[in-house]
Nanobody, 127 residues
Framework: QVQLVESGGGLVQAGGSLRLSCAAS????????MGWFRQAPGKGREFVAPISWSGGDAYYGSSVKGRFTISRDNAKNTVFLQMNSLKPEDTAVYYC????????????????????WGQGTQVTVSS
């Protein structure tokens, strides 16, 4: 059984930083791209940042580019999201997800490309 468990969310003031972690079990994620998504109240799920299975390619949503950094430690089966210069509009539940396809050539940013999801961690940024 594959499980993804996010941690590191919380309440932070605007301009602050948080580091989210996503620990995987039941699947060796080193062969899979991983992604971070978020969903704010009343809005759809938005892609934040996916990273290729090798870690060599990463992409960022336009709203977070330059402020967030995705990384992975395949030895620890863990993916991270470093979030700096946080803004109130970053407030959302953040989810990590694992790609459906092993060693996919091109990173997918759409949620339908991912088959396993964590339960989410709340990030709240106060103004």
């Amino acid at each position: 059984q594959v499980q993804l468990v996010e941690s590191g969310g919380g309440l932070v003031q605007a301009g602050g930083s948080l580091r989210l972690s996503c620990a995987a079990s039941g699947r060796t994620i080193s062969r899979y791209a991983m992604g971070w998504f978020r969903q704010a109240p009343g809005k759809g799920r938005e892609f934040v940042a996916p990273i290729s299975w090798s870690g060599g390619d990463a992409y960022y949503g336009s709203s977070v580019k330059g402020r967030f950094t995705i990384s992975r430690d395949n030895a620890k089966n863990t993916v991270f999201l470093q979030m700096n210069s946080l803004k109130p509009e970053d407030t959302a539940v953040y989810y990590c997800a694992s790609d459906k396809v092993s060693q996919r050539r091109k990173v997918v940013t759409a949620p339908y490309g991912y088959d396993y999801w964590g339960q989410g961690t709340q990030v709240t940024v106060s103004s």
